[in-house]
């Protein structure tokens, strides 16, 4: 086999992986999610309910995202996304693990969103969670994390600001710092370093106020796998 047919099937086999981890089949549904964390799942606005092996063994685990009213009135508090992992065990879900994103940013947050993929080509599911952060009403903000499986448990391999849009607040934004970008995990250039470094593509639209005539791609590149490995 030749190199180009080898890269081929390299390429190949990655995406197939990709599809396979990155698209598992809901068992436990919103419902179930709500019943375990102790919420009405009529005051749900948004969730995301997946199926996937996120620790070692065989056993595949429940996550979820879930976006929710809190029934307080108070714009800080209203709504809360909170993150959770649950094994399924006799028919009840049991917490594993979990990350209160109103209870960890004091509030402003909301429209949680998840996705699980392996970053490292070692069959287990990374998690990768989304959410807007809502301080400012004139900032558009969204928050990402990636979640990886350490020795101790879980942890934040990753954490920085996916889409931020500051251009309409001219009163409290200077002028340097009205800017407008998107970002978006690379999955399989990460997959090519066996998760050691996250690959992100930054969509810059607008900088300092100006709004550019095409935007502007950048590759980002953080230590992912080799950050956690150092800790």
């Not at 490292?120 to 952060?133: C, H, K, S, W």
Request: glycine residues 10%; proline residues 3%; aromatic residues 6%.
């Amino acid at each position: 086999m030749g190199a180009v047919q080898r890269g081929l099937f390299a390429t190949t086999a990655a995406c197939l992986l990709l599809v396979f981890l990155a698209n598992p089949v809901p068992a436990a549904g919103i419902a179930e999610v709500c019943k375990a964390i102790g919420i009405k799942e009529k005051d749900t606005m948004f969730s995301s309910v997946l199926t996937g092996r996120v620790q070692e063994g065989s056993r595949k685990q429940v996550v979820a995202v879930t976006t929710y009213l809190t029934g307080k009135k108070d714009r800080d508090n209203a709504v809360n996304v909170r993150l959770d992992v649950f094994n399924e065990t006799g028919g009840k879900l049991v917490a594993v693990f979990s990350r209160d994103y109103g209870q960890e940013y004091a509030g402003y947050v909301g429209r949680g969103d998840l996705e699980l993929v392996d970053l490292d080509a070692d069959g287990i599911n990374d998690i990768i969670v989304t959410f807007d952060r809502q301080d400012n009403p004139l900032v558009d903000q969204r928050l990402g994390e990636v979640i990886l499986t350490g020795g101790g448990g879980f942890e934040v391999g990753w954490k920085g600001i996916m889409m931020l849009d500051t251009t309409r607040d001219a009163r409290s934004v200077p002028v340097e710092r009205r800017d407008h970008f998107m970002r978006e995990v690379n999955i399989l250039r990460t997959l090519k370093t066996r998760g050691e470094t996250l690959f992100i593509t930054k969509k810059v639209i607008a900088v300092a106020g100006e709004r550019l005539e095409q935007p502007k791609e950048i590759t980002e590149t953080f230590p992912l796998r080799s950050a956690l490995n150092r800790r």
